[in-house]
């Protein structure tokens, strides 16, 4: 074996930084820069600190979603009730922050309950479809309508209030930045530091290739229901974002995150069979979804015509992504 | 010596298809044992159940003096035995590295993985390996590397493990020649540390270039167990068909008497393939040869329409082939049929009688499928092929691969095709399920049907082909007869270039 290993001839490193041009990321970054052009364009204090404030206020809630979605679809699953675990977690957290008295006290009981009971939603989608082996979109597309009826049983009608504290914290924040602006900050220190973990290897390993992943000895079905789980966490943390701005509750409030979660992981470049993608790019994702929503509210076009006009900048974006990509192989 | 694993009496079964009857497998420790059997034999689920990857309906494993029943991949993996997978075993969207330290990467606080000193395990790894890992990049993405490449880096990922028994499943059949001495090698020094493997392969010479002892499976069971050194090639074959079928593999077929011209084709390009014409008549088979890759496949498609037509005339039983592409040719008794099983053969997930009639349906013209009268006509194909299955209404996957492929040629032949092309039928097929096909194919030719025929395998033309044009750069550069035909003659004809004529057009570089 020894003389086997004078045979080795010089390895080529330089291949390494090729790696940099496969960054699922790069082409959404490239759209982003794309759209904020456009914003400065149209809205020539765009990078004001208070337009700045108010664009990060609204992308948050997005980008915590889009972000637990990615973890899920990363493990070959997918999460249909997300929209429908923040509106739950919403008008719980009213209503217990309410029920409570309304003190601080009150404030931390109910987003407590209020996340773990995102988490526990989260982690019962991701347990009916790793332990009976259900079809995830089906499978949460159920549990949405539950989690979704649930919320208009606790809340029926949008309205309930917290008290003014809770959004003067949120929107004041400490040191003259605003809290969404430390939470991101947050968000994206979490990630960073999620990407070097063994278990986000692992779950791209399952949605890569399950088979192999299971043959490895990786706990495949555990690493799935954790994806969830993390999800459900994420949509309750928005969920309590959503509070901070809107200070009362809505039964029907999380309805399009859902869809929109899952674009803003495509437009990052996440592939949605799994496996392959990054969490920054969902998080540019949902910055270009916001932000093309700021282009449609600052154009000027006809109310009317606005979702249209949206739906067809969104295809747009996930197009020109898709073209890119595969001229790029 | 002291058996490290010792398997007895250990069965399965999927469904009605019996897998495994009688597995027995004895492993002393720093020996390589050779598996050896035809597809279906059971020497695979075998190998899956020591791996842990199955779980045994009966019998007993024994490992180390306690017997043993793993449950999952972990717990074998555990007990110190690694499987080295043919296809399933990486994750093509990982890198390098990843896959290899799957599951073990070296860690840091908080569950990070510690990048350098997996990194430096890796050069470890590789040093251990010598050539055959020395362009091996970390970074590179598994789904970008190519099949040979993915066989190593699933050897490395086994070799991490420190195992005590390494299960090598059909490891080196997309190596090269070079690359399966470096290999072997590696398979030496593994023994001289006191490492049992386990070999399972169907290359004759590499058994007895690397193995010590041979245990030889038959549907399901044992047969025998030989030391290498004290049993020949003849008797190995003789252990794993039976000897009847020996006897029938031995007997060539008579020579045939073809009838009128059926097929005509002129001026053929497509694809790798350069002006083919060629000729052929009622009940012939006409072989295709020369070396891999040289066009054969792509005649055969261009044919068939299944790649683009670059010119070329085309006449079927005296009529012009109307149309380029599948379902035109199919009109006409044109059927194509591919080796390839996997990609471009069986209907996975669907019932074997759907994957049989499927042909039947898209050449028919009727708007509904008639049940009875279909399995009326797949049922003679399904004799004469001596298809082995549960029921019709189990899914393909339930079927051995050889079995598989005889689906795949069924649903072809229960056309009623006027001429048959065969794409190299056989690849990853049993003798037996290889001599089913070809009585069946013989038995359809002596009714009129004619065949071309192109086989990577020089005996399969010698033994069926009426004669044989071999090719070169995807031209014909030679035409053999049956009366020429021979190892020699093809190895010597794949060597010829095209003459000059041939030569109008230019393939684009």
Redesign the interface.
């Known amino acids: ?1 020894s003389d ?2 004078l ?3 010089s ?2 490193r330089t ?2 930084s090729r ?1 940099f041009w ?1 960054k699922p990321w790069l082409l959404s970054a490239v759209l982003l820069v794309v759209f904020i052009g456009i914003n400065i364009l149209i809205q020539p204090r765009f990078f004001s600190a208070y337009a700045l404030g108010n664009i990060i206020t609204t992308m948050l809630p997005w980008m915590l979603i889009a972000v637990g979605q990615t973890y899920v679809i990363f493990g070959g699953s997918i999460d249909l009730s997300l929209g429908a675990i923040v509106s739950l977690v919403n008008v719980v957290v009213v209503v217990l922050i309410t029920a409570l008295g309304g003190g601080p006290g009150a404030m931390v009981l109910g987003m407590v309950a209020g996340l773990l009971l995102g988490t526990l939603c989260g982690a019962l989608n991701g347990f009916l479809i790793s332990a009976f082996r259900l079809q995830a979109i089906v499978t949460t597309f159920a549990t949405s309508i539950i989690y979704g009826g649930a919320a208009l049983v606790v809340l029926p009608q949008a309205g309930g209030s917290l008290p003014t504290e809770y959004f003067t914290v949120y929107s004041e924040g400490f040191f003259g930045l605003t809290l969404p602006i430390y939470l991101l900050v947050a968000l994206i220190l979490v990630a960073a ?1 999620v990407a ?4 986000q ?2 779950l ?2 399952t ?3 399950r ?8 706990p495949v079905r555990r690493i799935v229901m954790g994806a969830h789980a993390i999800a459900g966490f994420m949509s309750a943390v928005a969920a309590l974002c959503i509070l901070g701005v809107a200070g009362a509750g809505d039964p029907l409030m999380g309805q399009a995150f859902t869809l929109g979660s899952v674009s803003a992981v495509v437009l990052g470049g996440t ?1 949605l069979a799994g ?2 993608g990054s969490v920054t790019g969902s998080i540019i994702g949902a910055a270009i979804l916001a932000l093309i929503n700021n282009i449609i509210f600052f154009s000027g076009i006809d109310y009317i015509y606005q979702a249209i006009v949206q739906g067809g900048i969104i295809l747009a974006a996930l197009a020109a992504g898709v073209f890119a990509s595969r001229r790029q192989k | 010596m002291a058996a490290v694993l010792e398997a007895s009496d250990v069965a399965k079964r999927y469904g009605a298809v019996v897998a495994l009857e009688r597995g027995e497998l004895r492993l002393e420790r720093g020996e390589v044992h050779v598996i050896l059997g035809s597809n279906g034999c059971g020497k695979s689920t075998l190998c899956k159940i020591i791996a842990g ?1 199955v779980p045994a309906d009966g019998g007993s494993v024994v490992l180390e003096g306690r017997s043993v029943a793993f449950r ?3 717990e074998a ?1 555990a007990a110190g035995i690694a ?1 080295v ?1 043919q296809e ?8 390098v590295v ?2 290899i330290f ?2 073990q ?1 070296p ?1 840091k606080a ?4 510690d990048r350098k000193a997996r990194y430096a395990r890796f050069e470890m790894l ?6 055959l890992a ?2 091996l ?1 970390p ?3 598994v789904g970008d590397l190519s099949i040979d490449q993915q066989q190593i880096v699933e050897i490395i ?1 086994a070799l991490s493990r420190e195992p005590k028994i390494i299960i090598f499943d059909e490891s080196t059949s997309s190596l090269d020649r070079a690359q399966v001495a470096d290999f072997f ?1 590696l398979v030496r ?1 593994l023994k001289h540390q006191g490492t049992s493997m386990i070999f399972i392969s169907h290359r004759m010479e590499e058994i007895f270039a690397i193995g010590d002892t041979v245990t030889i499976m038959r549907n399901g069971r044992f047969i025998d167990r030989r030391p290498v050194s004290e049993t020949s090639r003849d008797e190995l074959v003789n252990l794993m068909v039976g000897s009847a079928l020996q006897q029938m593999i031995e007997a060539r077929q008579s020579h045939r008497q073809p009838g009128k011209p059926v097929l005509s084709v002129a001026r053929l390009s497509g694809g790798k393939a350069q002006g083919i014409s060629l000729e052929l008549r009622e009940g012939e088979i006409l072989g295709l040869g020369g070396l891999h890759g040289q066009g054969q496949s792509d005649t055969l498609l261009a044919l068939y329409g299944g790649i683009t037509r670059r010119g070329g005339e085309i006449v079927i039983a005296g009529k012009q082939l109307g149309g380029s592409t599948p379902a035109a040719a199919l009109k006409q008794g044109l059927v194509y049929v591919s080796g390839d099983r996997g990609r471009a053969g069986a209907l996975r997930g669907r019932p074997i009688i759907e994957n049989l009639i499927v042909g039947i349906l898209s050449k028919s013209s009727k708007p509904i499928a008639e049940r009875g009268k279909l399995r009326a006509q797949v049922r003679p194909v399904i004799d004469q092929l001596k298809l082995k299955f549960g029921r019709l209404s189990d899914a393909i996957e339930t079927l051995s691969g050889g079995n598989q492929q005889k689906v795949v040629v069924g649903r072809g032949l229960a056309t009623g095709p006027t001429v048959l092309l065969l794409d190299d039928p056989t690849k990853g097929i049993d003798v037996r399920a290889k001599q089913d096909l070809f009585a069946l194919i013989d038995e359809l030719c002596a009714g009129g049907m004619a065949v071309i025929l192109y086989s990577s395998e020089d005996m399969e033309l010698i033994d069926h082909a009426d004669r044989v044009l071999v090719f070169n750069t995807g031209h014909v550069v030679a035409e053999i007869s049956r009366e020429d035909l021979s190892e020699f003659a093809l190895n010597e004809a794949s060597l010829k270039t095209a003459p000059a004529h041939a030569e109008q057009q230019p393939a684009h570089v």
Do not use: C
């Open positions: 074996m086997a290993v045979d080795i001839p390895r080529n291949r390494r790696s496969r530091f070097t973990t063994r278990y290897k692992h791209l390993a949605g890569g290739n088979q192999a992943a299971f043959q490895t000895g990786l592939a496996g392959w | 990857a999952t991949p972990l993996q499987t997978y399933t075993g990486l994750v093509p969207t990982l890198s990843d896959n799957l599951g990467e860690g908080g569950g990070r993985i590789i040093g251990r390996l010598g050539k020395a362009h990049d970074d590179t993405l990922k090698a020094a």
